[in-house]
């Protein structure tokens, strides 16, 4: 199975992103509205310069406090992005996701970002990619 069939079946194909220079409580904010676990950190709306996550935000809480929420968000951002596109196979995103002990991953086509895929879209994907082989090899098996 492919990025782009997750892609395809997600409710929205909104990417939230955040500038660099928004503070962390701006950034805090807009995962809180739009309940999501991550925003992408871009300066132009289009290609990620980074990614900040719940986890980011609450691990600074927790090392410097309160005070990182009017810090930028550029500060304590992802740098280092690992990210897919929509060819790539999704059990080598599930790979990477499990190995390097992340949730989110930036799709993108030619550096413009395109999309998003979690943890949860994939096992989602996985699941249903096999309920649908159980339902035709039980099927085959009936028909026999």
């Known amino acids: 199975m492919l990025v782009q069939l997750i892609l395809k079946s997600k409710s929205s194909a909104t990417v939230m992103t955040v500038s660099p220079d928004a503070t962390v409580s701006e950034a805090a904010q807009i995962l809180a509205k739009h309940r999501i676990g991550t925003v992408v950190v871009s300066g132009d709306g289009q290609t990620p310069d980074g ?8 691990r600074e809480l927790a090392n410097s406090g309160s005070g990182c929420l009017d810090a930028k968000v550029s500060t304590y951002m992802t740098k280092k992005l690992v990210t897919c596109e929509r060819g790539s196979n999704v059990e080598d995103v599930l790979r990477q996701m499990t190995e390097g002990r992340f949730r ?9 970002l395109v999309g998003i895929v979690t943890l949860g879209d994939v096992v989602k994907a996985q699941l249903t990619e096999v309920a649908m082989e159980k339902d035709a090899l039980e099927g085959m098996i009936r028909g026999m």
């Open 104 to 112: 989110h991953m930036p799709v993108l086509e030619d550096g413009k």
């Open 51 to 58: 990614i900040l996550s719940e986890r980011d935000i609450v």
